[in-house]
């Protein structure tokens, strides 16, 4: 059936978010506001060890000094902090066996978001350790990977069962005091998720994570720990999506990944929060830290499909440190509405050797704004570092605005850096072309996007990929200007 | 007292040598309010995030020069392009030089700012163009309008060109231990006018100066303006450029800046878009060496449709040489069919030397073309080789690379003996004679 693009546009914007429901869990939930008492209830209530304590209130003290970045190119009613509960826990504890005691209504919810958890178990073979609110309520095909001896549980386990790990790699490639909402995150994150791969260890399935955000003006700050051991190989996938709210949530996560000598991680993440309405009201705030750290002949690739969140700010990034290592950052990012989207990487060469690929591609339509802000830094040490960025960006409408603000810093003479960057619209040549060819205009511009988007979208997994082409046809389609 | 408070203080020493009841003063009044309340730009300013004036703030410079220091033409003949006949507006130590100076009024315009702001005649265009297009809250462009009393006044009438280029030239003849230079110069071509500028800025002696010049340049209907940028200063003169470019229809406007030398070089380069089918161009060839540091910064400001920009920057940087090239192109939304092009090209042929890049889009129309490409490296190894078998020493032969390199840009040269000029300058930077003109 043919659109005009007047009905097209106008379905686009009055499409309701399609996972816009809340559930009703009676949550435990600590009062609003956030002072040292609160930093130290929140440790208490984890059972935490002293050490993990001292470190909570050590970035709270450093977050206490600090202010709000405002060089992003976002512009939002800034969060207030003392209005928000900082710890939200579902009621029904302790752990479940298995999938039966799990409150029915919390599995309803997964199922009106597409994940069933049995079935994802026997399909996809995917452990799905599911974050709802803060706290990890299911953990699955945590004994197949036990044998293997890979540790993959809650960060708040993981505190209790090996300190020895968390203690020596938590805040080594994100400091406390990073920046703000890293500060912010290491003082009052409630869970997340760890992972170990000991050394030699092919991890034999995807291992993925759903965040979610369920509780009214409760803000999420998850803490994430990917340890890759030396020669060891883990694929990494976070998805989420988030139920419909006028009031801005804050989500302000931190995700460490060290891949030791000759490891791999490969990072993906499908992010779909709640971008808004249409009429640019709510949405979820994602201010997030994300950094991995590459010792000898390492790889950590990043690779993330954005379409969700009122305002990100988002730069996962790589410390090329080890001679050989490589980074990778596959992105696509789009905009619709009135969303705004601050997003890019950050490639630190220190090794010699080092690679780096940045391929970033922005699309922007309604009245949205779509950034790349990039940094590539080769230091004077880093012989032979090569880089090589393209960041395209597609603009759909007359009212959205895709922005690059790549920066570039050579150091060494053996460097070689290429960068470029396109900004277009989607040509008519092009949609009269495929018209001619019988094929719809929607589909055309499905098809176009997709061809503009596939380099990124092959780099994910297969489960992810079909959703992340799923999301741009939903977030996209018919908002040729 | 650090030159902040120096200059605040010596601003009312310059009020008792100019008309204050002009309405040009009361701009100059408010520059000086707003440069006090900003002061000099800071490292963490987002444009001054890799050039630092601070080691500046801390010289003693004069800020306003003695008596003429007289100069022999013979001793300053190499600075000028002495093949070609030109207009010369020549200023020793920020004060005209008539003896040195060919000015003209013979259907065009070719004189001084300092009668332009101050004879009746001149008033009306004053009145327009004056500080129109400047920057009213860049600080070291409202310092300069504080101080504005001197510079070139080129205003070319309708459907005029001049008979010649015309050159502007200043030098400093280190009379002074240190010296703070303001020129200001006001360009205005007229509709179908066209005209062609060389500015050079040269000191004769180790004597250490900072010159700080805006230049406004109107280019009205069909007019084209071709202006040339020499910098080859000594490595004890520092300049921060800020050009101002209007535009009106169909009108063309080249700018091409030549950085060999100087200390401390920064360019502001400024477009603004006031029309349709424009097109404006920037191109640059930078060879750096010892600790010198160039700073390249455009900004076009695309505001109506169907107009276009190309940039083109090439750098070579050596020895510990610090490059920043920051290009900004901003589309509005209703600038759509835009074409924006920009490119950086970059060599570094020394561990010590660093490059900052950062090009940058923002584009708010949906139907426009923009890209920008950017690159760091190094000269093949596999083509030097190929040269060396050709018998050519690999000196020259890395020096022919770097010509090549380069010499895209230096192609759209208008003026034969310029580009000749350059040619000279660019092979005596790379330090060799290849036996023929490049």
Known sequence: MAYTEEELKKELETKEYEYGFYTDIESETFPVGLNEDIVVAISKKKEEPEWMTEWRLEAFKAWKEMEEPEWANVQYAKPDFQAISYYSAPNSKPKYDSLDEVDPELLDTFKRLGISLDEQKKLAGVAVDIVMDSVSVATTFKKTLAEKGIIFCSISEAIKEHPELVKKYIGSIVPQKDNFYAALNSAVFSDGSFCYIPKGVRCPMELSTYFRINQ?????????????????????????????????????????????????????????????????????????????????????????????????????????????????????????????????????????????????????????????????????????????????????????????????????????????????????????????????????????????????????????????????????????? | MDLKDKLISSFMAFENNVDIDSPVHDERSEAIKNFEEKGFPTKKEEAWKYTSLNSLQKIDFSIFPKEANALDYKDVKKYFINEIDTYKIVFVDGIYSSFLSETTHDGVDICLMSSALTKPMYKQIIDVYFNKIASKDESLTTLNTAFSREGAYIYIPKSKMPKKPIEIVHFSTGNEASLLLQPRNLIIAEENAELQVIERHQSLTENEVLTNSVT??????????????????????????????????????????????????????????????????????????????????????????????????????????????????????????????????????????????????????????????????????????????????????????????????????RIPELKARINKLIAKKLGVNLGFDL
């Not at chain 1, 705030?285 to 590459?294: I, Q, Y």
């Not at chain 1, 490639?347 to 922005?362: A, P, Y």
Request: proline share 2%; charged share 20%.
């Open chain 1, 216 to 481: 009214a003006g409760t803000g999420q700050f998850e803490r994430t720990l990917v340890i890759a051991d030396e020669g060891s190989y883990v694929s990494y996938l976070e998805g989420c999506t988030a139920p419909s709210r006028d009031e801005n949530q804050l989500h302000a996560a931190v995700v460490e990944l060290i891949a030791l000598d000759d490891a791999e991680i490969k990072y993906s993440t499908v992010q779909n929060w709640f971008p808004g309405g249409k009429d640019g009201v709510g949405g979820v705030f994602n201010f997030v830290t994300k950094r991995g750290l590459c010792e000898k002949n390492a790889k950590i690739s990043w690779t993330q499909v954005e379409t969700g969140s009122a305002v990100t700010w988002k730069y996962p990034s790589c410390v090329l440190k080890g001679d050989n290592s490589i980074g990778e950052f596959y992105s696509i990012a789009v905009t619709n509405n009135y969303q705004q989207a601050d997003t890019g990487t950050k490639m630190i060469h220190l090794g010699k050797n080092t690679r780096s690929t940045i391929i970033s591609k922005g699309i922007s339509a309604g009245k949205s704004q779509n950034s790349y802000r990039g940094l590539v830094q080769v230091n004077s040490r880093a012989e032979n570092a090569r880089n090589f960025s393209q960041c395209d960006s597609l603009l759909m409408g007359n009212d959205c605005g895709a922005h690059t603000f790549p920066y570039i810093e050579v150091k060494n003479k053996t460097a070689q850096i290429e960068h470029e960057a396109t900004t277009s619209k989607i040509g008519e040549d092009q949609i009269f072309y495929c018209n001619q060819r019988g094929i719809d205009t929607e589909k055309a511009i499905a098809l176009i996007v997709n061809g503009f988007s596939k380099e990124v979208l092959n780099k994910l997994p297969m489960e992810f990929a079909v959703e992340a082409q799923k999301l741009l046809e939903i977030s996209l389609e018919g908002s040729v200007g």
């Open chain 2, 216 to 413: 406004e340049i109107f280019a009205a209907k069909n007019a084209i303006v071709d202006y040339y940028k020499v910098q080859n200063d000594l490595s004890t003169a520092s300049l921060v450029d800020n050009t101002y470019v209007n535009q009106k229809d169909d009108s063309v406007v080249k700018v091409h800046t030549f950085s060999f030398g100087g200390k401390l070089t920064r360019n502001n380069l400024n477009f603004y878009q006031n029309g349709e089918h424009i097109d404006s161009i920037m191109k640059g060839v930078t060879i750096l060496g010892e600790k010198q540091h160039v700073d390249h910064h455009t900004l076009v400001h695309h505001i109506q449709p169907n107009c276009e920009s190309h940039q083109d920057y090439k750098g070579i940087y050596g020895e510990n040489a610090t490059g920043v090239f920051n290009g900004k192109i901003i589309v509005d939304k209703i600038a759509q069919k835009t074409n924006a092009f920009q490119q950086n090209n970059n060599i570094l042929v020394s561990d010590k030397a660093t490059i900052n890049t950062k090009p940058q889009l923002e584009i708010f129309a949906d139907d426009v073309k923009c890209s920008h490409g950017c690159t760091i490296g190094q000269l093949d190894d596999d083509a030097l080789f190929y040269l060396q078998t050709r018998g050519i020493p690999k000196k020259e032969a890395r020096a022919l690379m770097m010509y090549a390199f380069a010499n895209n840009v230096l192609e759209s040269v």
